[in-house]
């Protein structure tokens, strides 16, 4: 089969450029709604790849049905993709490893950095007509605090590089990193739950896995000092949200500022909405014009590498313990 004779079947989420991608392959490229197990069985049955947006799920009975050679997505994480089943399978999974990891280190010191001198809420007393100083909630000279970093992987390592130096001190927690990587930002490795105990404040970049799900919950928010900023942009799920409501209304933390949410969209009336201690953004600590045309072009050189015969760089691992 040649290149021309393959399709690839691309969802219909804006950030992919399905024109870009048929053009760096050189073959048949469809857009379609992707986001149901069934409607990726309906629209794939004759495409050798798909490319299928964060939140898609792609089970191992629909891959069975089919006959890819690569499942494609434009992420770094790729929960939701039964990556074992793929391999049983035949079936080449690649994600975008290395893409907006300069952007999501921003977003996250942007969330954490304005959280923590109050100026969301400051902003909107502002706008309301209040010209009143009086703080939000407890606010900590950022000089003095401590920032602990939940996953330290080269997302995390670029958000210490630039939280340093406003900050007193960085502790991450990760076991799957190895020394080399914490001595040579100069970031302290601790063990978890000591996080909780020393940091002011605390950035989650973790992947959701077994492992992860719900590990910032009760025990950590009344762990954190009453001037604790929690950020989250890693994934939803790793943050416990039940537990981060009750904390924030108990007091037992300042604030959160989240850019990834258990259920993406959320509901209208999600209870953690409407409050001048929590900013919530729609999952785009990834973007950039950059970061866009980057994310696609990986995805096509991957795709390519799969047809070919070559190993493409974005390969996922099954064995990958962040699996």
Known sequence: MTDRDRLV?????????????GEMLGC?????????????????????????????????????????????????????????AAADHGVQVVH??????????????ALLTALARGVPAYAARAE?????????????????????LVSFGPIARRFADRIAPLVDDVVATDPYVDDEAFYERDVERVEVDELWRRADHVSVHAPLT???EGMVDDDAFTSLPSHAVVVNTGRGGVVDEDDLLAALEAGDIAAAGLDVLAEEPPAADHPLFGREDVVVTP??????????????????????????GEEPLGLVDPEADWL
Do not use: M, Q
Request: charged share 30%; net charge negative.
């Open 28 to 84: 048949r490229v469809e857009t379609a709604d992707l986001s149901t197990p069934a409607l990726l069985r309906e629209h794939a049955a004759d495409a050798d790849a798909v490319v299928v947006n964060v939140d898609s799920s792609v089970p191992g009975d629909v891959l069975a049905d089919l006959d890819l050679s690569v499942v494609a997505r434009g992420a770094v994480g790729v929960d939701g993709v039964d990556v074992a």
């Open 210 to 212: 077994d492992e992860t």
């Open 283 to 308: 999952h785009v600590g990834w973007y950039s014009g950059a970061a866009d045309r980057d994310l696609n072009e990986s995805i096509a050189r991957d795709i390519g590498r799969v047809f070919r």
């Open 128 to 148: 309301a007509g209040s010209w009143d100083w009086e703080p939000p909630y407890p606010i900590a000279r950022l000089a003095d605090c401590t920032v602990g």
């Open 96 to 109: 975008a490893p290395d893409y907006c990891l300069d952007e999501v280190a921003d977003h996250a010191v």
């Open 9 to 21: 079947v691309v969802s219909d989420d804006p950030k992919y450029d399905a024109d870009r991608i």
